[in-house]
């Protein structure tokens, strides 16, 4: 048979064997998320997922890395079996990822993490986007702040973990609880990592409907001070991280600001200085005629894929 690939994996597991358990995403409702759209979900026979980490050789390079896709592969009734038979053939991978929704995590029990964890998992990708009750509300994510300081809480007990957020999500209208809120549920979940993904609108997304609507994308000054004030609010200790496209800054000539990235709270004068920096700066190019563009511009002109 083919091997059956994971469509998408996050860009730190460019390096691992990717095994796939289910096949798209159970919610998929997420107004911003072009990912799965049109792909029916459904669990992969378990003997299918163990012939393909047989066939780990034919397809990858050593990795000391796994990943195991598609959105939410934990609800697979088998997948500590997959992750155990994973770590006893390829004895050479030190770290086994996974996507996982918040409200899957909120809603299993312990004892399932436990096992999961005792089985080889190591590290869980989620997708918070927003810790604003009405943000999450106007994209449909299915979840609330109140699940995600819950999943978060139980994670971290047993796993590393990423919480993926999404500055620009509320627009200009809802920046500043966007930013608040979010942060407050990541003072409270106190994730490994927070992975900063800056809201491009894809076409053909409901999101679109919402925009000019509901929602009024930021510009890159807006972008910038709305990052400024996540940072500012996170109290606790993680990694953040701008490992993205969607979050760099262009002008005509190329890229002019990559994102912030740190160690929280350790960094996060010297993170503050450098978004300062980058404000001060996409203000003089604007004041002197030169055109700053974001991640939807850059998308909008064909220049950027994601």
Not at 4 to 15: K, T
Not at 37 to 43: A, P, R, S, T
Not at 72 to 77: A, E, S, T
Request: some cysteine.
């Amino acid at each position: 048979m083919t091997y059956d690939f994971p469509p998408f994996r996050p860009p730190s597991e460019a390096g691992s064997y990717l095994i796939r358990a289910v096949r798209g995403c159970n919610w998929n409702r997420c107004a911003f998320c072009a990912m799965y759209k049109g792909m029916k979900f459904e669990l992969r026979k378990k003997e299918d997922v163990l012939r393909d980490i047989d066939s780990i050789p034919k397809y990858f390079p050593p990795s000391r890395t796994a990943f195991i896709g598609d959105s939410n592969p934990l609800i697979h009734p088998d997948i500590a079996e997959i992750v155990r038979y994973l770590r006893e053939k390829r004895k050479e991978v030190e770290r086994v990822t996974a996507y996982a929704r918040i409200k899957t995590i909120a809603k299993m029990p312990e004892s399932r993490l436990e096992e999961l964890k005792e089985a080889g998992l190591t590290r869980l990708h989620m997708g918070l986007e927003s810790g604003d009750r009405e943000v999450l509300e106007l994209v449909q994510k299915g979840i609330t702040p109140e699940d995600a300081i819950t999943a978060g809480k139980k994670a971290r007990k047993y796993f590393e973990l990423t919480y993926y957020v999404m500055p620009g999500l509320g627009g200009r209208e809802r920046s500043e609880q966007h930013a608040v809120n979010t942060a407050r549920v990541i003072n409270k979940a106190q994730p490994t990592f927070v992975r900063l993904r800056t809201l491009t609108v894809i076409e053909g997304t409901p999101i679109e409907k919402l925009v000019g609507k509901e929602i009024t994308l930021l510009g890159p000054v807006e972008q910038l001070e709305e990052v400024r004030r996540l940072v500012e609010e996170i109290k606790v200790e993680t990694l953040l991280l701008s490992d993205h496209v969607s979050n760099y800054l262009f002008t005509r000539s190329g890229p002019i600001f990559f994102g912030v990235s740190g160690k929280l709270p350790d960094e996060k004068e010297q993170m503050l200085e450098q978004v300062d920096d980058a404000i001060k700066t996409v203000k003089l190019l604007e004041e002197s005629g030169e055109r700053v563009f974001n991640s939807n511009d850059m998308y909008r002109m064909g220049l950027i894929g994601l």
